[in-house]
């Protein structure tokens, strides 16, 4: 007979979503059943941001030596081990898992029930051999790899982020299919790595984002010998003797790609499969479980949080959405999601950022508005670096109030989330003029952007004098 718990709130899945909300539950004195049927730390620590971030950090090292000469230091030609990054990789994980693990859990108070979890009905969920009768259900599931209906596919060996940082020994050619975050992050580390890589791209690379700043992220992956075909159709793949082959559909019939080691980063599927949702009456559709803005599904017992509950899919967003979850069910806050103030980062070289909307929303929506611009080539720290591919894109309303940032460049992770602070407070341009920025830093684009709001009225002597000051001293 299947042991009962009774808990405040019952948690499926260990990942950024799920451990958030365990995490602060149990801060605030809550019981809480956390049940995981993997690794703890979900699809975030194990198999996404930070093998991917480690990863990246080995192939920058590497593309610093061949670089070095510009600064004065002899570059050289590193001499790149697989094996050993892929115990960096491993080892940057494990210095971060105890903070996810069931130890930690358990000392912070949450009952941990590693198994798979299934709903029984509205009310109770069954995991192992534990029956949950929880006040309030979280469901933090997270997403697999969506893997497109590719003919011959399942006829050949293919990598995902599931399998990918697993790989200890360089592949000679691989291939990507799928220009997005994930696909460009990892075809420009492999590639910094000694690897030749080709990305397949159906559409257009990052294609989702500004295409004025994206070519800064594009160029440079060219620059860097990545192949990059936008528009690709490929009708199969086959195995080879040593590898893999990609079978495109061009304009002058077909065309192959031969590689050693393939790639699919061509999206995220919600994890919704094996829940038994229907039983729980909660309603999925193909971006996962429905959900209102308080994150209540269709069943008010049952909440969804993270890559499942169908917005943007990153760990921050996870996090931002259990702290939504939880002032709704300890508090009755009855919060409301909103992504307006949400940053977005691809973790190329240069870094791409965006926070607000785009030019090309901001065209649907808006008759007015304002675009400014700074180029890193004219801050002085980009230029000590020489890091000065990439500009930022400020886009205010006529009387400034900031609508949307993207910045393609050097540290535009950083950069971007003054920015992200300024459209959540509802700040305006007059703002992000008016403080004090350390010289030289590269978040100075940013201030120098915001200047040029003032420059239309250039015409005023008064309006010149105050921005010549602000060049000089601001
Ligand atoms: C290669 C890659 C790089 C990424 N890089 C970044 C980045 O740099 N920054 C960023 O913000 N985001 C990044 N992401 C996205 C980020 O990893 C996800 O948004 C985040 O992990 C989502 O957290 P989650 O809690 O929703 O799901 P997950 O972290 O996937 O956790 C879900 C958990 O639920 C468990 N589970 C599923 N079904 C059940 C069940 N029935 N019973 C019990 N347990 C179950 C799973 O085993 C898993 O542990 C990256 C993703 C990938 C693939």
């Known amino acids: ?51 991917s971030k480690a990863l990246i950090a080995s192939a920058r090292r590497a593309q610093q030596m061949r670089e070095a000469d510009a600064f004065g230091v002899a570059a050289v030609d590193p001499q790149v081990n697989f094996r050993r990054i892929h115990d960096h990789v491993r080892d940057v994980i494990a210095g971060i898992a105890p903070t996810d693990s069931v130890e930690r859990f358990r000392a912070l108070g949450v009952t941990v029930i590693e198994a798979q979890a299934r709903f029984e009905d509205s009310k109770t969920v069954l995991a192992g051999e534990t029956r949950i009768k929880a006040r309030r259900f979280v469901i933090a599931t997270g997403s697999r790899p969506a893997v497109p209906p590719i003919p011959g596919l399942d006829t050949v060996r293919f990598h995902t982020n599931e399998t990918i940082f697993e790989i200890t020994r360089k592949p000679a050619h691989l291939i990507v299919i799928g220009g997005g975050p994930v696909g460009l992050e990892l075809a420009q580390a492999f590639r910094r790595l000694g690897s030749q890589v080709t990305v397949l791209e159906a559409a257009r690379a990052l294609g989702r984002e500004d295409p004025e700043l994206a070519a800064v992220v594009l160029d440079r992956l060219a620059r860097d010998g990545v192949t990059l075909r936008s528009g690709a159709r490929i ?38 499969d094996g829940l038994d949702l229907d039983k729980a009456e909660v309603k999925v559709d193909a971006k996962g479980i429905r959900v209102d803005r308080t994150l209540r599904s269709s069943n008010r017992r049952v909440y969804a949080v993270g890559d499942v509950a169908g917005g943007p899919q990153f760990t921050h967003v996870a996090n931002y959405h259990a702290g939504t979850v939880i002032r709704s069910i300890l508090f009755r806050l009855g919060a409301k999601v909103s992504y307006d103030h949400i940053p977005r980062v691809t973790y ?36 000590a670096e020489r890091e000065t591919d990439g500009f930022i894109k400020v886009i205010t309303t006529t009387r400034g109030r900031i609508l949307g940032v993207g910045i393609a460049g050097a540290g535009a992770g950083e950069i971007v989330q003054m920015w992200g602070l300024a459209i959540l407070k509802g700040l305006d341009i007059k703002a992000m003029t008016g403080f004090v920025s350390p010289y030289p830093t590269l978040s100075e684009v940013g201030k120098r952007a915001a200047i040029q709001f003032y420059r239309p009225s250039l015409t005023s002597p008064w309006v010149r004098r105050i921005i010549a000051f602000m060049r000089l001293f601001g």
């Open 1 to 51: 007979m299947a042991d009962v718990l009774r808990p405040d709130i019952c948690v499926i899945g260990a990942g950024s979503g799920g451990l958030s909300v365990a995490a602060a539950a149990a801060a605030f004195g809550v019981s809480v059943v956390l049940v995981e049927k993997g690794r703890m730390g979900g699809d975030c620590l194990n198999t996404g941001c930070v093998p």
């Open 235 to 272: 009708a199969r793949v086959a195995k080879r003797r040593s590898g893999v082959r990609v079978v495109l559909d061009g304009e002058d019939g077909e065309e192959t790609v031969d590689g050693s080691a393939l790639l699919i980063a061509t999206g995220r599927a919600p994890v919704t």
């Open 348 to 383: 190329t070289d240069p870094e791409f950022a965006q926070v607000g909307v785009t030019e090309a929303e901001v065209r649907e929506r808006y008759g007015h508005f304002r675009i400014l611009r700074w180029p890193y080539a004219e801050n002085d720290r980009a230029r």
